[in-house]
């Protein structure tokens, strides 16, 4: 049986993410009732990063150890592919040491290149073009406060990065409609755009985004790597803040979600984070319960 990866949500049918999703739920259950298994007993996970983490390192590492088994964090400073091993070999040995690995890096082609040679599961933790596990999460929290959200309106404000690309491949897996309103010249990839384009509505503006939708979604204007380009993002981006007054465009019962970390004053408001619309700290929770489900799904496929 081919060995199952996880580089971008289409690795997974519609109904495996489904239960995905529903196994989290009950994982969260679980955990927080003294009632959890370890279905990972006596497994390794190898986390490989090549960009630095709060979130994605203590969500992977904390899961490994509630579900029985052990995480090595392998950083690129630490490790020979830092000094120029190809990945295909690094890929060749890891795989044979440990049961499943993540990795957080830059090319998507990375991740890719590893999963090829790999004997074990391989989870895009991130790449610059994808961030399907930051989707789980926010997908398990819109299904926890407001049921399903196939049929729902999502509006998508600021940059067409890496979430912004994993939110039109949620469009197409859970079935929603994805607004997406980004400056000119920082749309998403065009290509992914017009396979989508079922799915996809491409707004001038933020409020004609966010008008009447379901869950808005924003993330910072300058990702790990573009810092050198910050000051020329907040004036493109100078009309794509998320605050209360956009957020009252869309549906009373809308929820927020950012994937963290946020820069308060810039892409959202100095309050946006705990307004009454937020859902960010279930949001960022979330990626613990998600992750852990994830990593069963592939070891037991």
Do not use: N
């Given at each position: 049986m081919a060995t199952r990866h996880f580089l971008t949500l289409l690795d997974l049918t519609p109904a495996e993410l489904h239960s995905v999703i529903h196994r989290a739920i009950e994982?969260?259950?679980e955990l927080r009732e003294n009632r959890a298994g370890e279905p990972m007993k006596n497994k390794v996970l190898g986390m490989i990063f090549e960009k630095s983490s709060t979130r994605t390192r203590v969500s992977f590492e904390a899961g490994a150890a509630q579900m029985g088994g052990h995480a090595i964090f392998l950083s690129s400073k630490d490790t020979q592919l830092g000094r120029g091993e190809p990945i295909e070999d690094s890929a060749r040995v890891?795989?044979?040491?440990?049961?499943?690995?993540?990795?957080?890096?830059?090319g998507h082609d990375v991740v890719e290149r590893f999963a090829q040679y790999s004997q074990v599961p391989v989870i895009n933790a991130l790449t610059d073009d994808y961030h399907p596990c930051q989707l789980l999460a926010?997908?398990?929290?819109?299904?926890e406060h407001r049921g399903s959200i196939q049929g729902k309106s999502v509006a998508w404000v600021g940059d067409g990065n890496n979430m912004c690309q994993s939110y039109i491949n949620a469009a197409r897996q859970w079935d929603f409609e994805l607004r997406i309103a980004t400056p000119e010249g920082f749309e998403p990839n065009a290509e992914l755009?017009?396979?989508n384009k079922d799915r996809i509505v491409l707004c001038s503006?933020?409020?004609?985004?966010?008008?009447?939708?379901?869950?808005?979604?924003?993330?910072?204007?300058?990702?790990?790597?573009?810092?050198?380009?910050?000051?020329?993002?907040?004036?493109?981006?100078a009309h794509f803040q998320v605050n209360e007054t956009l957020m009252s465009e869309a549906n009373s019962d809308?929820?927020?979600?950012?994937?963290?970390?946020?820069?308060?004053?810039?892409?959202?408001?100095?309050?946006?984070?705990?307004?009454?619309?937020?859902?960010v700290w279930d949001e960022a929770e979330n990626r613990l319960h998600a992750q852990k489900a994830l990593m069963e799904f592939l070891l037991e496929h």
């Open positions: 994982m969260k259950a890891i795989s044979r040491m440990t049961d499943i690995v993540m990795i957080r890096t830059f926010d997908m398990q929290t819109f299904q755009i017009e396979a503006t933020a409020q004609e985004a966010v008008k009447k939708t379901d869950l808005v979604v924003t993330d910072t204007w300058a990702s790990m790597g573009q810092e050198e380009e910050k000051q020329v993002r907040e004036a493109a981006f809308a929820l927020f979600m950012h994937c963290l970390p946020a820069y308060r004053g810039m892409e959202i408001s100095e309050t946006m984070l705990d307004a009454p619309h937020s859902v």
